[in-house]
């Protein structure tokens, strides 16, 4: 049964009072913080009076899940020391956090405006550095790393076959997690249009939502190992990976998510 239109606006009600109240909680606690430095001023004051892109507060607890998943596969002495490239790193949040643990970690994103507020935020991580580059083109010469961890990218860039293959190019280790299609396809994936605008969205302005299987089809040719991680620890908000396929090709929800880990089988 569709909800009518009285019980749509009561949802869509009570989301803007949820935003609200959350909004007000944030500017509350970063006037409370206003004794630091100039930079933690900005940075504490952005995140109180922005909520677009990045700097949504859902972000918050989804980041805590998807770090407690990439531990729970390491451990924390396995990651100390590894040389570790983040893809669509946003303002490096991620990658901060695995600095600060001993790896050596690189974060590229396309924008500039992301890369600055992340080198202002993290000013006093040692091991991490900021690199623009455009992932819808070459970026092969980032050179070579342990471990990729693509996060909330490939369903930003339209080409993701050609994308995926040069990740797979760089590093024997890819940890992957992306919005795909409801569908057993391999082979299929849906252009999208996107908002370039927007802070996390396609740098082009096209993005992709491939199937999970198209991914999977992709990285085997390649020859990697695939391992699934399709749990509800993972889930956060209204991002589930623990969804079943209806496999109705549906492709128009961020909500649908799924994460892997694919690794260059060892001689």
């Known amino acids: 049964m569709k ?4 019980l749509r606006a009561l949802r869509q009600s009570y989301r803007t009072l949820q935003q609200v109240s959350e909004r007000l909680d944030r500017i509350e606690y970063a006037m409370r913080r206003r004794t630091g430095s100039p930079i933690e001023q900005y940075v504490e004051l952005s995140y109180a009076t922005r909520d677009d892109g990045l700097f949504d507060g859902t972000y918050d607890l989804w980041r805590v899940t998807r770090i407690n998943k990439i531990l729970s596969i390491y451990g924390l002495d396995e990651l100390a020391g590894k040389r570790i490239l983040e893809l669509g790193a946003g303002h490096g949040d991620i ?13 590229v994103d396309g924008r500039e405006e992301n890369l600055t507020f992340g080198r202002l935020k993290f000013r006093d991580v040692e091991g991490l ?13 980032l050179g070579e790393f342990d471990l990729i961890l693509h996060l909330g990218l490939l ?5 993701a076959e050609e994308h995926l293959l040069r990740c797979f190019e760089l590093a024997d280790e890819v940890i992957l997690e992306s919005v795909v299609c409801d569908s057993t396809d391999p082979n299929l994936i849906y252009p999208v249009d996107e908002d ?3 802070n996390e969205d396609a740098l082009s302005g096209r993005g992709s939502r491939p199937s999970p299987f198209f991914i999977e089809r ?7 190992e695939i391992e699934r991680y399709f749990t509800s620890d993972l889930n956060a908000g209204e991002y589930l990976y623990d969804w079943e396929h209806q496999n109705d090709g549906s492709h128009d929800a961020y909500r649908r998510r799924r994460f892997w880990r694919f690794r260059r089988p060892r001689e």
Request: proline share 2%; with cysteine.
């Open 218 to 224: 992709v990285a085997r040719e390649a020859g990697f």
């Open 129 to 141: 550095s900021f690199v623009r580059a455009n992932l819808d083109e070459d970026f092969r010469h």
């Open 3 to 6: 909800p009518t239109a009285a």
């Open 95 to 107: 990658g901060a956090f695995f600095a600060g643990i001993g790896a050596e970690v690189t974060c």
């Open 155 to 159: 369903y930003h860039i339209e080409a």
């Open 196 to 198: 370039a605008g927007v």
